[in-house]
């Protein structure tokens, strides 16, 4: 006699599982806890057999039916519906190994333990946002440029050209690492430019000073008379033109004074990649005076109301805006000055590059080290901080002869 819906629901569980048939095959299987799974007998290949059709009530009792049928229409054209059932299974487990979104997490579980973690969240979250929900779910070898570029145009749209051609570059690195692991055999990024289809993006620059307002800039820093921990900040950044951040993030467990070494940790750094600054004998002195300021037990410039936090990042730039630099001059500015002075002063290149802790794009850069030519650059850091004191002696012009 069929299952009715009412049978279904009154149907208790005893000692030992237990059937209750349906028609054509169709049971429902009581076990002793109480479970009831649906289930269809059937022969093939003289053999009986058992296909499991889901749970009840999650699966109605019109759901099993249709489903029954199914399965008998593939048995009359020869077709097992079990192995059928687990050949469907596998088709969707490698269409979601072989997604762009899959291949997206793994490329970013090796590529973010080189850098930091700041990077590495903001990266995956910008494929979340914006890369996800357009491809995600597209096998990797199904991706095209015209569907990379679609992305792009679409982020532009909404004002974020930078971050438009980021996503791209992102997208790339994922199908670069999809060729790698033999996924697909061409990176289609590579066939099209973001700049072939996305507005022309100009660069910005931060405000810097020429070198020949360094002097006077540097006196103004001497005789700031805002937060004292301000000014020795203004100086430590002129002498080891650090970004902001990584300043004023600064611990004390970070600095080796007797090797003369500043040592920060990757998970500090905008490239991920750990860094060293040589300690010049001028910046030695400013630490000293740091010290001797009050400086807090684990930073170097702690907040002037919360002393277990770092100063904001406004403080070096707003301190500038009260000296008449508003426009003219910005922390990450001294970096700019630095460069083009070192390199006027005639030191290498790519001395200057590593105390930079650039990142150029190149195969080279990727084997850096973060200890190169470590004698060398103290040499050079020394000879910076020697060049400041001069500049700071410069007179100003109204004062020559």
């Given at each position: ?155 532009e ?35 099209v ?28 820093i001497?005789?700031?008379d ?97 000296m008449g630099?508003r ?7 001294f ?38 030519y ?28």
């Open positions: 006699m069929p299952l009715t819906d009412t049978a279904l629901r009154q149907a208790k569980p005893t000692e030992k599982a237990r059937r209750i048939s349906d028609a054509k095959g169709l049971y429902i299987e009581i076990s002793p806890s109480g479970g009831k799974l649906w289930r269809m007998k059937y022969r093939f290949g003289g053999k009986e057999k058992r296909l499991s059709l889901g749970i009840y009530p999650a699966v109605s009792l019109a759901q099993a039916r249709k489903d029954c049928e199914a399965a008998r229409d593939l048995l009359a054209k020869d077709i097992d519906p079990a192995a059928d059932k687990k050949e469907v299974r596998r088709i969707a487990a490698v269409a979601i190994s072989d997604s762009f979104e899959h291949v997206a997490r793994e490329w970013h579980k090796v590529w973010s333990v080189s850098r930091s973690t700041k990077h590495a969240a903001q990266v995956i979250q910008r494929l979340e946002v914006d890369v996800f929900p357009e491809i995600g779910s597209t096998p990797v070898s199904k991706v095209t440029a015209p569907m990379l570029l679609a992305i792009a145009q679409k982020v749209k909404r004002g974020a050209h930078d971050l438009a051609r980021r996503a791209y570059q992102n997208a790339g690195q994922v199908l670069r690492y999809a060729v790698g692991h033999g996924l697909i055999t061409h990176n289609v990024a590579t066939s430019r973001p700049g072939d289809v996305l507005k022309p993006q100009v660069k910005k620059h931060f405000a810097r000073l020429d070198g020949r307002d360094m002097p006077e800039l540097l006196r103004k001497d005789v700031y805002g937060y004292p921990r301000t000014r020795l900040a203004m100086r430590l950044m002129a002498l080891t033109f650090m970004r902001t951040t990584e300043l004023i993030g600064a611990t004390w467990d970070e600095f080796d004074f007797p090797a003369k070494m500043w040592r920060i940790p990757k998970e500090r750094m905008k490239m991920g990649l750990p860094h060293i600054v040589p300690l010049a004998r001028q910046t030695l002195e400013v630490l000293q005076a740091i010290k001797d300021s009050g400086s807090g037990p684990v930073v170097l410039f702690p907040g002037e109301r919360d002393h277990e936090r770092h100063m904001s990042n406004n403080t070096i730039l707003f301190a500038l805006y009260r630099y426009g003219r001059m910005t922390g990450h500015g970096r700019g000055v630095a460069s083009t002075i070192l390199h006027e002063m005639g030191h290498r290149h790519d001395l200057i590059e590593l105390q930079l802790a650039h990142q150029e794009r190149n195969e080279t850069s990727a084997a850096y080290n973060f200890a190169t470590l004698p060398q650059r103290a040499e050079m850091m020394q000879a910076w901080a020697d060049h400041l004191d001069l500049l700071k002696a410069t007179p100003q012009p109204a004062e020559q002869s």
